[in-house]
């Protein structure tokens, strides 16, 4: 089965500063791996997804991620974070039938 | 467009009651999700559905039944209410070919 793993509960960074967002890997084949970002009371909104090419993909609001298959990594970054990023960040992976499998969640905080 | 509209925003249930999750999208998407998302735990997939008169479970199925008799609609049922059941519940879509699903706001439930 296609799994990811999220090994940060919490991110806390201040405004201006470059933010990482952590996700790892498991997969059978080629993986097909995404970010959303919910907004509290929200529902969750697409990021920005890695299928095949280039390893630096760009997404929504300034939010990048690097695909690393030797370390079999996918972590979302943005050079320099705003206090409206504050947010709960999910990666996920998908599975048979455009299934998702989504990891437990990043809660990112970035302060003023 | 609306999107994926989801109804109601919010209810409460006592132990034993039943109630219908609405899910409606306008975007003519093929498939249809049901996650649930509880704290620290990510979004499990309940039940999806790939077209009118197809479903299938996901990983957390038990206590819950779906439909899909129109392209449009794709209502979660709850049969007899569980303590356990108490989470935000997410309707998702896709256009078949398209990797990004679109989710509703969410429903949240608390079951006593």
């Known amino acids: 089965a296609q799994s990811v793993a999220q090994p940060e509960d919490q991110v806390n960074v201040a405004e201006g500063n470059p933010l990482t967002v952590k996700c790892t890997y498991s997969v059978s084949g080629n993986p097909y791996l995404f970010w959303y970002v919910q907004y509290p009371n929200r529902g969750l909104q697409f990021l920005l997804k890695?299928?095949?090419?280039?390893?630096l993909v760009k997404g929504s609001y300034g939010f990048e991620a690097e695909f690393n298959k030797s370390q079999t990594s996918f972590h979302l970054k943005k050079p320099s974070a705003l206090v409206s990023d504050s947010a709960l960040y999910f990666c996920?992976?998908?599975?048979?039938?455009?299934?998702?499998?989504f990891g437990a969640g990043t809660t990112v905080t970035v302060r003023a | 467009n609306a999107g994926v509209t989801q109804t109601p925003k919010f209810r409460i249930l006592k132990i034993g009651q039943s109630m219908t999750l609405q899910c409606a999208q306008d975007?003519?998407?093929?498939?249809m999700y049901w996650y649930r998302q509880d704290p620290g735990m990510g979004l499990k997939l309940i039940y999806y559905s790939v077209g009118a008169g197809i479903t299938d479970k996901g990983e957390v199925p038990n206590g819950y039944n779906v439909s899909r008799s129109t392209t449009e609609d794709f209502p979660l049922r709850l049969e007899l209410a569980a303590p356990s059941q108490t989470s935000v519940y997410f309707c998702a879509s896709n256009l078949a070919g398209e990797e990004t699903q679109y989710f509703g706001p969410g429903t949240r439930l608390l079951v006593l």
């Open positions: 996920a992976v998908r599975e048979l039938g455009y299934k998702l499998s």
């Open positions: 975007m003519n998407h093929n498939y």
């Open positions: 890695y299928i095949t090419g280039d390893n």
